[in-house]
């Protein structure tokens, strides 16, 4: 649940490069997190070796995948609706197969089938590499389904194809599953325990981006600073691991140091830090090198102890603040992000309070947040009643709204009449004379084009603002 559902990607259909030998076509969708989006490149170039195609025409495909979130009963919704489409699509094109992938495939296994007579195939999200297979016992007319969660799968052995991106960042996935057991979340039973890539072959990927013209990239996972290779495995089986094994482990803070090592012109993020796990060492391994960029994604969910009691959040309040004050003093320009959650079972006006005070504290530079929404099958689920008035939510979440955006105020007003470095990623959505691109701390710039072009890296002036985009003119290009 700790990641990034950016709104203006859901249900992105993603096109590929055509090979004139692929005869058949493939649609594929995606929803939910950047988890579900770099898994969704990994399932097109599996499909890619199997003579298929993309397309972005529904009613031409010969096999449609939808992958899919399960954050909030809006998000299954959304893909039942989705399913219903190609029902209707179905109907001219009866040859047309349908398969389910993602976390809602591996919430619902088979009831998918009996639910959605439309669906073919089924597939969670460690049993990608199976496709082929599932596809030819679907082929011979059986329905087809494999949501077995692995305990070594992280796909390090496939290069995702890179697809809709704008060529200049990507991301690169590198811890799959979560160990941590928060009540609310889904991700623990959706996807599996927690493992870690085979640092060669994320560094192998990072190089490979770099010679192909990306400057940015992405680490990426539930929670990427739990991330710990010794050798293959689940994580909690470290402690059975050999003497030489724990010796020559890799964390994320050396995993971080070797990618920012490898490309040292390329701008280098990650997330989404937990922060029972955000150690000392990533925040001086940060501050060691320039290309890290200066920006924690640091969800807490409340300020409130009991309710990140109930939440299974293991730190408290006090801990986080120790732990903002250790990022201010060793990064004094880094952004802080939050994921916050309003009105999670049991929470009362007080704990409310608690949220409003911790973001008064930190005064972060932006967020995502949400009312709360039980998920089946979820700790909360079982053992808590979902007892907020959903009235009495969304009054705490507009609360909440309403801090950040002050708050977001403040700290982007603050870069007025400074230079900030800017990654250029693609046009301006107002002006087709201007770009857009990132700050280090992932604040958004826009400023006119002039000479530059997508891909540079430019010191741009600040001249003026709104509440969360920086707006100014580019002043040349930056050194790094
Ligand atoms: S840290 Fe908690 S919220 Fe994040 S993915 Fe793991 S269980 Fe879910």
Redesign the pocket.
């Known amino acids: 649940?700790?990641k990034i559902i950016d709104e203006s990607q859901q249900g992105k259909t993603l096109v590929l490069e055509q090979k004139s030998e692929n005869t058949r076509k493939l649609f594929i969708e995606s929803y939910g997190c950047a988890m579900n989006f770099s898994d969704s490149e990994i399932v097109a170039a599996i499909l890619f070796k199997e003579g298929y195609n993309t397309t972005q025409t529904l009613e031409e495909a010969d096999l449609v995948l939808v992958n899919t979130c399960s954050i909030r009963d809006k998000a299954e919704q959304t893909v039942r609706k989705r399913l219903e489409k190609y029902n209707a699509v179905k109907r001219i094109n009866p040859k047309m197969k349908v398969g389910v992938l993602g976390c809602m495939a591996e919430r619902l296994k088979s009831k998918l089938l009996e639910e959605e007579k439309i669906v073919d195939l089924v597939v969670g999200p460690d049993a990608y590499k199976d496709l082929p297979n599932l596809l030819s016992e679907v082929e011979d007319g059986r329905e087809a389904i494999n949501v077995l969660l692995s305990k070594d799968e992280t796909y390090g052995d496939i290069s995702p194809v890179r697809l809709n991106t704008n060529g200049v960042s990507a991301y690169v996935s590198i811890t799959r599953g979560?160990d941590?057991?928060?009540t609310f979340?889904v991700?623990?039973f959706t996807r599996g325990r927690e493992r870690s890539r085979d640092p060669q072959s994320i560094l192998e990927e990072v190089n490979d981006l770099w010679n192909k013209g990306y400057k940015e990239i992405t680490l990426l996972g539930?929670?990427v600073d739990s991330y710990l290779w010794y050798g293959g495995g689940l994580k909690k089986d470290f402690e059975k691991a050999s003497e030489i094994q724990k010796a020559t482990a890799v964390n994320f803070a050396k995993l971080l140091e070797l990618c920012a090592k490898a490309q040292p012109k390329m701008r280098i993020r990650f997330s989404t830090s937990?922060p029972q796990d955000l150690t000392l060492d990533v925040i001086e391994t940060m501050a060691k090198y320039n290309n890290i960029c200066d920006h924690i994604h640091l969800p807490v969910q409340s300020g409130s102890n009991r309710i990140l009691k109930a939440m299974n959040r293991l730190h408290t309040r006090e801990e986080y603040f120790e732990l903002i004050d250790n990022i201010r003093r060793i990064l004094p320009n880094c952004a802080i992000s939050q994921d916050m959650i309003a009105g999670f079972p049991t929470e009362t006006e007080a704990d409310h309070q608690d949220t409003l005070s911790l973001m008064e504290y930190v005064k972060y530079n932006f967020g995502y947040m949400f009312t709360y929404s039980e998920r089946p099958g979820t700790l909360a689920e079982r053992k808590m009643e979902d007892d907020v008035p959903e009235a009495v939510k969304k009054r705490r979440l507009d609360d909440i709204v309403q801090l950040q955006r002050q708050h977001s105020e403040i700290r982007t007003k603050a870069y007025l009449n400074t230079t900030v470095e800017v990654l250029i990623e693609r046009e301006s959505k107002k002006s087709d004379a201007e770009w857009s691109g990132r700050t280090s701390q992932n604040i958004v710039a826009v400023f006119p084009k002039e000479h530059y072009n997508i891909g540079d890296l430019v010191n741009v002036k600040v001249t003026d603002c709104t509440s969360a985009t920086l707006i100014g003119e580019a002043i040349g290009y930056a050194v790094n």
């Open positions: 649940m700790e979560c941590n057991m928060c979340c991700v623990p539930q929670n937990n």
